[in-house]
C-alpha cells in the first residue's frame, strides 16, 4: 500500500475506533524511542547551528500528498510550517508530528512517517552544511543509522570502512547508490531513497 493509499484508507475509517495508522503513531511515541534523531537536545551543535537555515535558504521538501477532498499543501506553507517546527528549541518528532497532523489535518500515523522522514532529511542536510563549513582535511565519515532495511544503504555501509572515508567520497557513494539500487530516486541530493533515515556521521 502507498502512503497515500494508507493516509486515505485510514481516514475512511468511520466507526470512532483507533486505526491502525493511529495506533503507529502512538507505538512512534511511547515505544519507539530515538533519541539521537528525534530530540533537538541531542543533536550536535552543526545540526542545531544550521537547521534553521537549511529550511529557509535550502529547501527541497515535497508536501505529504492529501487525498481529493482536501486541498494540496502549498510547498511556501509546507516551509513555514518547518521553520516554526525546528525555529525554536526544544523540538523533538514527536511534537512536530503532532502538530503536523493538527495544521494540514492528516491522519496521526501518516503524519508521524511523513515528519519522521522529513526531519531527518532537514537533519542530514545541517549536518552536511555544518560539515562544509568546517575544515575537512583527515577527517573520516561513517553513514550512520538503523540497521538498513534498503540496498543502497546496505551497499554504502559495505563500501565504508571502519575507520570511516573522507566526506568527498561518502558523498560519491550516495549518489552512486541512487544510480545503482532506487528506481525512482528522490530529487534531493541529500537522501539516497525515499523514507531513508541514514546519514553522514564524523567517526570519532
Not at 494508507?6 to 502512538?26: M, N
Not at 500528498?65 to 486541498?71: G, I, K, N, R, V
Not at 563500501?159 to 568527498?168: A, F, K, R, S, W
Request: aromatic share 10%.
Amino acid at each position: 500500500m502507498t502512503p497515500l493509499a494508507f493516509h486515505i484508507a485510514a481516514r475512511l475509517v468511520s466507526d470512532g475506533s483507533e486505526t491502525a495508522a493511529d495506533q503507529k503513531a502512538r507505538f512512534g511515541r511511547y515505544v519507539n524511542e530515538q533519541p539521537e534523531f528525534a530530540r533537538s537536545q541531542y543533536m550536535p551543535d552543526l545540526v542545531r547551528d544550521n537547521i534553521v537555515d537549511v529550511v529557509r535558504l535550502e529547501f527541497a521538501l515535497s508536501p505529504p500528498a492529501t487525498p481529493d477532498d482536501h486541498d494540496p499543501i502549498r510547498k511556501r506553507d509546507y516551509r513555514d510550517f518547518w521553520l516554526d517546527a525546528v525555529g525554536s528549541e526544544p523540538w523533538d518528532i514527536y511534537s512536530i508530528a503532532e502538530d503536523m497532523a493538527d495544521r494540514f489535518d492528516l491522519n496521526p500515523g501518516w503524519a508521524f512517517k511523513t515528519a519522521r522522514q522529513h526531519l531527518n532529511q532537514l537533519v542530514l542536510q545541517a549536518r552536511m552544511r555544518g560539515y562544509r563549513e568546517q575544515p575537512l582535511a583527515g577527517r573520516r565519515f561513517r553513514w550512520g543509522g538503523p540497521e538498513p532495511d534498503h540496498p543502497a544503504c546496505e551497499w554504502i555501509q559495505q563500501q565504508v570502512p571502519p575507520e570511516g572515508l573522507p566526506y568527498h567520497k561518502l558523498v560519491d557513494l550516495m549518489q552512486e547508490a541512487k544510480r545503482r539500487f532506487v528506481k525512482d530516486p528522490p530529487s534531493s541530493t541529500h537522501v539516497v531513497h525515499d523514507w531513508c533515515r541514514h546519514e553522514i556521521r564524523e567517526v570519532k
